[in-house]
């Protein structure tokens, strides 16, 4: 377990250290546990140089092999499309846009720029995810817009978000549909989840203040109120939603798969809004997981999936998405649970090196082999640390920082994992989009406390897409 103050005795230098370790960072290397006390905090700034060399040099791969595309296959030197097949909408590149300014790199910040300016238009005959495409894009172009202040990037997040209003409006209930035809505006899937219906706030909120249009804001928010509108006697709900019926189609309460980011985007409405209903709303759906769903397995503190009426456990796993919980309970107030929650992640870290995608919490073995790069780990150690300062939510950073360089790093660029049980681990061929907005800017936010960030006022989204706090020159 971490210990809280880490003696010079165990400092090892992070390169040095980890070279002795045989994590020098060779692509696809076996990597051994680290412990956390092997790793000392004396030079964040070196470290947080290291995040923007690595970023620069994936950045570089980038343009070279995928420019413009959704995500670039680091291991072929390909890519893919992301939102729709075969016609790709720049999205790591708009993912990468504010980190790129944090990061001061500005000439790659104005080519992203210049590539949003000439070359992205939603005037698209096909549908596109209404949930991903928010947090990415409209996330990430008013993140941008906030960053450099240009008017364009704005006009197309606010297009887009128009755009994406359409599979509100179509259904009864004002819960989005979770596709939309970007042109036509036909909506499908109404079979939808507490994620795809509640992670609009926080976006359409900066959106409406930008725009003097609060129709955003009330669209998210009435999206929400429905699902909490129905909580049962424990104050929980179910995971699953109909956007006609308005009904559960399920009776699963879930922490992470389908429903992580519409808790975040209560308490993330809060601090950005001032919102008193979704504070409320945040301390009472915590408080009941709190009660009613975490769970001890071996002394370990998880949050499985349970009923939503009974809290009876319905299935024992739990995924790597679900460590954000820790840092959000910590934001809440709940700092305990939360550093309860995080130890569970700390130890899966400590004993895996990559966390599992998904676990079995009775056993704490892996369900499945592959990882997607993730990045929610990283995430509640940032939330937490923003809360305190405390210096041993950076050393599990970076730790988790080393291990994604010792596995994850390849030819032209950082790639999800295909077996994280063989060493070395296998690589698969995949740079989600989020890795340019999430877990380098958590990395670099947290090691160099960059210039352009005011840690006091920082506020990110699900998709780390930084919506107040920046610091303009
Ligand atoms: O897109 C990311 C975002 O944080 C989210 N869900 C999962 C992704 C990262 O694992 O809301």
Redesign the pocket.
Known sequence: MIQNRLTRRHALALSGGLAALGLSGLPAQAAPSLRSEALSGEDWAALGADVKAEFKWAWDHYVAKAWGKDEINPVSGTARSFFIEGHDLGLSLIEALDTLWIMELDEEFQAGLDWVKSSLSFDIDAYSQVFETN?RLVGGLVSAHLACGDPVLLEKAKDLADRLMKAFDASPHGLPYRYVNLKTGAVRDPETNLAEIG?YATEFGVLGQLTGDDRYYAAAKRAMKHALDMRSDKGLMAANIHAETGLFTSRNASIDVYA??FYEYLWDSWELFGDTDMKRWAEECMGAMVAHQGKRFDGRLWFPMVDYETAETTAYSQTV?GAYLAGLLGQVGLKTAGDDFLATYTEMQEQYVIIPESTDVRTRTPRGKGT?L???FADACLNLWLGDRDERYRVLTALHYQHMKATSKAAFGYTSLADITTRPMAQGDNCPG?WWS?QMKYYFIMFAEPKRIDLDRLQLS??ACVLRGFVRG
């Open positions: 947090i992670t992580d980011s998405l997607g993730r990045p929610e989020y999430e699900t998709e």
